[in-house]
């Protein structure tokens, strides 16, 4: 991810340094001239109003400024890596103080990246939602318009997703995909037996056909699973499961309010999955069974850490990344920020800052130090202009 800085109007603490050396260069100067005529006048030798210009003017040289920035900024930069923000070099300290965009990954930054099953819709339209959040095997179904036979569905449901799966839960340890781990997770809270089930076959996913299927032989007879994007599935959907659990054709009517279903968990911000079988061994003339809809649930931590950044007029975007073509984009940014648990390696050496734990709340941490370190210079040097920040700007307040 990325953050920049404010526009033209902006005045980063090197900047700010640049110009407060270059006034009292002036003002030195100014009052060396005017003490060495003043020295003149008074009759005192050449040699002695030059001397007492000299030391006026370097007098007036603030030597601890320089020591008093290196060490605030060091200072700062450790009490980042405390809270998990890892600076490489401590000029982006100072920047961090002037910062207005965040452009944020989602995955793992924004969201915990422990995707959960959390409704489902049934090919008949009943709706269920499910207890529990991440990989944790505990939770409860709650139906709101099941049928007798709706249980019964459901567990088909979970089975044909658990069944057309590589992923696995045993012992804590997760295996495999997070949207499969998702499904996994959902057949167990279920409890469910895949007892007598002999996997003989499988089509594997890909980006062409996003659509996968395995084969399964159960009792003497084969069974095919399906799932994949929406609009893949339904294609190759000729049935579905209605309230009665009997198969029937798949009907214009029933068609379009499967894609209504749909629509509603999209706009909800969920990645939806359709589930689907067939008796026989090929993916055309699926019945259709439901779709999963599945969430990589947000941060707890995420909302507070996003309304400061609005207080403190920050903007935060969400865009994609952290993989190796994100390198130019973290190069040319003000200060490029890597994750340090899932981030690649080139996108690491390429970030100005890395986040060791992953979370966003770290970033808004880091700003709020770099922050903290104008304000600890300008009251050892009063002359700092305060057009660094605007004088409306609540975060101050906010934040410290």
């Given at each position: 991810m990325i953050v920049q800085k404010r526009g033209q109007n902006a005045r980063s603490m090197q900047k700010e340094v640049i110009h407060i050396t270059r006034i009292?260069?002036?003002?030195?100067?100014?009052?060396?001239?005017?003490?060495?005529i003043l020295g003149v006048f008074s009759h005192q030798s050449l040699l002695m109003a030059a001397i007492f210009a000299l030391s006026l003017i370097v007098a007036n040289v603030p030597e601890g400024l320089l020591p008093t920035i290196t060490l605030s900024l060091s200072l700062a930069s450790q009490r980042m890596a405390s809270r998990n923000a890892?600076?490489?070099?401590?000029?982006?300290?100072?920047?961090?103080?002037?910062?207005?965009?965040?452009?944020?990954?989602?995955?793992?930054?924004?969201?915990?990246?422990?995707?959960?099953?959390?409704e489902i819709r049934l090919a008949c339209g009943e709706y269920v939602k499910?207890?529990?959040?991440?990989?944790?095997?505990?939770?409860?179904?709650?139906?709101?318009?099941?049928?007798?036979?709706?249980?019964?569905?459901?567990?088909?449901?979970l089975r044909a997703g658990f069944l057309n799966s590589r992923a696995s839960i045993e012992g804590g340890a997760l295996l495999g995909d997070p949207t499969e781990l998702a499904l996994v997770c959902a057949a167990k809270k279920r409890a469910l037996s895949f007892d007598g089930y002999e996997k003989i076959g499988e089509n594997p996913f890909t980006s062409e056909r996003k659509m996968m299927s395995s084969l399964q032989r159960f009792e003497g007879k084969e069974v095919l699973f399906a799932k994949g994007a929406l609009e893949v599935?339904?294609?190759?959907?000729?049935?579905?499961?209605?309230?009665?659990?009997?198969?029937?054709?798949?009907?214009?009517?029933?068609h379009a309010k499967i894609l209504e279903h749909a629509k509603e968990f999209e706009e909800g911000a969920y990645r939806v999955l359709a589930i689907a079988k067939n008796t026989k061994n090929t993916e055309e003339d699926l019945t259709f069974l439901g779709l999963a809809a599945i969430m990589d649930l947000p941060r707890p931590e995420v909302k507070e850490a996003i309304a400061q950044c609005q207080s403190?007029?920050?903007?935060?975007?969400?865009?994609?990344?952290?993989?190796?073509?994100?390198?130019?984009?973290?190069?040319?940014?003000?200060?490029?920020?890597?994750?340090?648990?899932?981030?690649?390696?080139?996108?690491?050496?390429?970030?100005?800052?890395?986040?060791?734990?992953?979370?966003f709340k770290s970033i808004v941490s880091a700003i709020e130090e770099g922050r903290s370190v104008y304000f600890n210079i300008k009251k050892f040097s009063p002359t700092f202009s305060p057009r660094m920040f605007p004088r409306s700007c609540p975060t101050c307040c906010t934040f410290f």
């Open positions: 009292l260069t002036v003002i030195a100067l100014g009052m060396g001239v005017v003490f060495f890892l600076i490489k070099n401590l000029d982006s300290v100072q920047t961090l103080g002037s910062v207005t965009v965040i452009c944020t990954d989602k995955t793992g930054t924004l969201t915990r990246n422990e995707m959960t099953l959390k499910i207890s529990g959040d991440g990989y944790e095997t505990q939770g409860e179904f709650r139906f709101e318009n099941g049928s007798k036979s709706a249980e019964e569905r459901l567990d088909a449901l599935i339904l294609a190759k959907c000729a049935f579905y499961v209605d309230q009665d659990g009997v198969q029937k054709p798949l009907e214009a009517s029933v403190a007029r920050i903007r935060t975007m969400m865009i994609t990344g952290d993989g190796v073509n994100d390198a130019p984009a973290l190069k040319r940014a003000d200060i490029g920020i890597a994750m340090g648990i899932s981030g690649t390696d080139v996108a690491k050496e390429a970030a100005d800052m890395i986040l060791l734990d992953d979370n």
